[in-house]
């Protein structure tokens, strides 16, 4: 499988952005989840938001409220909506891809800038 995410930038702080990751390929088996890390310089890369094959979603609490995830199964893609962004929010974001044996897939990353 591959993941090409797309939608990084640079925004000033309360503003906007929606990443779009797009998956294609093959997997061995159908997809479990798929979802949006970041990784911030200096920090460990963390879960941001996650939505399951059966619609289940998933947030960390840092981003709930500002942030939803939302997909397209028929195009493997998802989204990541955000809002009211922060300068805490700076990071590399990357997308995630799940397989239903626990095989994760990674994409290249897209950087999200906040300036204050």
């Known amino acids: 499988v591959q993941l090409q995410a797309s939608g990084g930038g640079l925004v000033q702080a309360g503003g906007s952005l929606r990443l779009v990751c797009r998956a294609s390929?093959?997997?061995?088996?159908?997809?479990?989840?798929m979802g949006w890390y970041r990784q911030a310089p200096g920090k460990q890369r963390e879960l941001v938001a996650k939505?399951?094959?059966?619609?289940?979603?998933n947030y960390d609490d840092s981003v709930k409220g500002r942030f939803t995830i939302s997909r397209d199964s028929a195009r493997r893609s998802v989204f990541l909506q955000m809002n009211d962004l922060k300068p805490e929010d700076t990071a590399v974001y990357y997308c995630?891809?799940?397989?239903?044996?626990?095989?994760?897939?990674w994409g290249e990353g897209t950087l999200v800038t906040v300036s204050p």
């Open positions: 995630n891809y799940l397989n239903r044996v626990g095989l994760n897939y």
């Open positions: 390929g093959r997997s061995a088996t159908a997809v479990n989840a």
């Open positions: 939505i399951t094959f059966d619609g289940t979603r």
